[in-house]
């Protein structure tokens, strides 16, 4: 879909890069001669994603030297852990081009049996976290005079809140505020701010907390107008534009990639669940009145 060497010369900093959606988007980059730097707070993990990075690039890609990706084991909740890594980064390889604020958690729970904890653990990872990478690498950015982009992932949820993932839904919407408002801030320092909203994209991680059983899954299934479930690399094509230079004059804005599941509330959409599409138009032209 992109010229082989859509980001070479990039550095690109991915939080979550070690499984599920952060780790396609690193494959992605890498493909396309970024040099990726994930982190996550399992080094086992880690260290598996950078191999499959390396192979998955230097497999898809031989028009173009891939830089060796690199990993870091950090808890972005942990904002003086962060800065040790942003300081470890900026010496090994300069100031990074690109950051992805993917790295989240999230479970079901009703919400009056969610304990402080719970709460503050998931705004924690999903907001602090995000505002902890962001403020870092923004910091350092402004004070280079560093054109960068930051790509926020949030949720289809962000603004319609959604039942049982209360947590997540208040920290995402944070997200979604930093987005915008980082996005007019500083745009007059040439760093933009975009955020993507992922509908259902099939990860071990998301799968297990959110749709645990067949049941529910095939529940779900039957809202996606497009009759499946994301592909990794649609969101990871869709990452890559927004991040690199193809989008220059694109800041604040939140792309969703859901395959049309927002639209569900249309008033008649109901009717799409009732029956096949040619038994549908039969009653429709039943219904119409016929010309004398
Ligand atoms: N239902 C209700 N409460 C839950 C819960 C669940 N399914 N899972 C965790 N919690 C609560 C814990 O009980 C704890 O609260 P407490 O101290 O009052 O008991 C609190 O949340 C923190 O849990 P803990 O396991 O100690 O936190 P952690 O930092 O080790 O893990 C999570 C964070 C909970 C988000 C964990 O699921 C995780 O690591 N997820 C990462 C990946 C992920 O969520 N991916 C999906 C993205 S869509």
């Known amino acids: 879909m992109f010229d082989k060497k859509t980001l070479h010369g990039k550095t690109a900093v991915i939080t979550g890069g070690g499984s599920g959606l952060g780790l396609a988007m690193a494959e992605m980059f890498a493909t ?84 402080k904890n719970a709460f503050k653990t998931i705004v924690d990872i999903v907001l602090h976290g995000t505002f902890n990478c962001t403020r870092i690498f923004g910091s350092k950015w402004i004070e280079a005079g560093k054109a960068a982009s930051v790509l926020n992932i949030v949720t289809t949820y962000t603004e319609s809140g959604s039942s049982f993932v209360l947590p997540s839904a208040c920290a995402k919407a ?16 040439n760093i933009r701010l975009n955020s993507i909203a992922p509908g259902p994209f099939p990860t071990e991680g998301a799968w297990s907390r959110l749709l645990p059983d067949e049941k529910m899954e095939k529940s779900y299934l ?15 094509n869709l990452a890559v534009f927004l991040v690199s230079d193809l989008s220059p004059y694109i800041t604040g804005e939140c792309v969703t990639i859901d395959g049309g599941e927002r639209l569900k509330s249309g008033q008649f959409n109901f009717i799409t669940q009732m029956a096949e599409r040619p038994q549908l138009k039969q009653f429709f032209s039943m219904m119409k009145p016929s010309r004398k």
């Open 32 to 115: 396309l001669g970024a040099r990726v730097i994930i982190c996550g707070r399992t080094e086992e993990k880690l260290k598996k994603a950078v191999l499959s990075i390396k192979e998955k690039a230097a497999s898809a890609n031989d028009d173009v030297e891939i830089p060796e990706p690199d990993w870091f084991s950090v808890d972005v909740r942990d904002y003086e852990a962060v800065e040790l890594m942003a300081n470890e980064i900026e010496k090994r390889y300069g100031l990074p081009d690109i950051l992805v604020n993917n790295a989240a958690g999230n479970f079901l729970s009703a919400s009056e049996n969610l304990s």
């Open 222 to 236: 039957k809202m996606i107008p497009a009759g499946r479930y994301g592909r990794h690399e649609e969101l990871a």
């Open 174 to 189: 944070g997200v979604y505020a930093m987005t915008n408002s980082l996005a007019y801030e500083w745009a007059t320092y």
